[in-house]
């Protein structure tokens, strides 16, 4: 479990997206791919309330 207040100490980064002249050749993801230690850092953001606001925002 991530820390309840790891939204404060680390600061939300998303994926880069790929160039859209790329993106209208293929049918593969629009954000290119996050590393393993970027992913472990989002989600230690998670404050696992239980209650999802971050399906509609994340903090």
Known sequence: MGDPKGFMTT??????????DLRLQD????YEEFERGHLEKQAGRCMNCG???CHQGCP
């Open 11 to 20: 600061p939300r980064e998303l994926p880069a997206r790929r160039p859209v």
């Open 51 to 53: 209650i999802p606001f």
């Open 27 to 30: 049918w593969r993801e629009v």
